[in-house]
């Protein structure tokens, strides 16, 4: 079963359930997902909280069943969750603009549909629904510096001597775009997976792309101007939603998480492949001013996989 699949099978259980005590857990599972990611998730596709679209379509139900039943207004109000006559008027005015009695005389035109999950690929973005999942993304002839380390936990070494430089030097820093890349891997040859809190030794190099008359020089700010990653990318959102044992956020497995997308963006479509021979990914960091005074976890990630037209 493919996650799409899946989150359509959790709308079922949710349709089947208006009437009950619905079990977001139970919801989330049906997904594959976590409560808490499939509530995020759902934000993101639905653009509205899983709570709105629920009661929204009982709404739905309460409002067909005014214009279609003789059952009193209190009945079908109780029917649907609210306690009082007077919430469900309220409810039912802001959902059509009329009272439930009003709504009974002369009918509604409001409709608020079930909610269907499906993928599209269109113009060499996979939207689900209407919102972008994965979009390819094409680079050329674009400039970087670097600041590239070989050490215990590089990561946080490499993006920390980046950030004091740009303190220094970057008045309009958080308008620049950031990548970093671990050009032989996160972890040890043949070790699998360990958050970066285990302090795997390895290197790492931590870019900011330049812009305008910075990518004609030689030299920007005492640091040498490098070519930045060149080709075709799919690249995506990445949610951190993926946690270790001891409940602390793993980054690296949340992007692990986040390239199911594109697995299934190439199933959907026969027009590109994944670039094997470059064998990389890049993670684009995004930071605001926050993170240049205080660190932390930056504001966003998005991760990009090299493709290539077939």
Not at 73 to 96: E, L, N, P, Q
Not at 194 to 213: C, F, T, W
Request: net charge negative.
């Amino acid at each position: 079963m493919d996650y799409v699949e899946g989150l359509n099978l959790s709308i079922a259980y949710i349709e089947d359930h208006l009437l009950d005590e619905i079990d977001y857990g139970r919801a989330a599972q049906i997904a594959g997902m976590s409560k808490s990611t499939y509530q995020r998730f759902f934000l993101l596709i639905a653009n509205m909280t899983l709570d709105e679209y629920i009661r929204k379509r009982k709404l739905q139900y309460a409002v067909r069943e005014l214009m279609d039943t003789e059952q009193k207004v209190i009945d079908i109000a109780m029917k649907y969750g609210y306690h009082s006559a007077a919430a469900f008027s309220r409810a039912v005015r802001i959902y059509t603009g009329n009272t439930p009695n009003g709504v009974r005389k002369e009918g509604s035109s409001a409709y608020f549909p079930r909610l269907h999950f499906k993928l599209r690929i269109e113009e060499g973005e996979m939207m689900m629904n209407e919102t972008g999942i994965v979009k390819i993304e094409e680079h050329r002839n674009e400039k970087v510096v670097c600041f590239t380390v070989d050490c215990v936990d590089p990561e946080n070494e490499a993006w920390g001597q980046m950030s004091e430089w740009c303190k220094k030097n970057v008045p309009d820093r958080t308008a620049r775009r950031y990548i970093g890349v671990a050009p032989s891997g996160h972890h040890p040859q043949d070790e699998g997976h360990q958050n970066a809190s285990e302090h795997v030794r390895h290197p790492y190099k931590a870019m900011m792309y330049l812009i305008g008359d910075e990518c004609g020089q030689k030299e920007f700010c005492g640091l040498q101007v490098e070519d930045a990653p060149s080709g075709l990318f799919l690249v995506n959102n990445v949610t951190l939603n993926q946690f270790n044992e001891n409940n602390e956020l793993d980054i690296a497995l949340s992007m692990m998480k986040a390239s199911e997308a594109f697995v299934e963006f190439m199933k959907n479509t026969g027009e590109y492949e994944f670039d094997c021979q470059a064998g990389l990914f890049y993670e684009e960091h995004i930071f605001s001013e926050r993170w240049f005074q205080n660190g932390g976890v930056p504001d966003g990630f998005r991760m990009w996989v090299p493709i290539i037209k077939k």
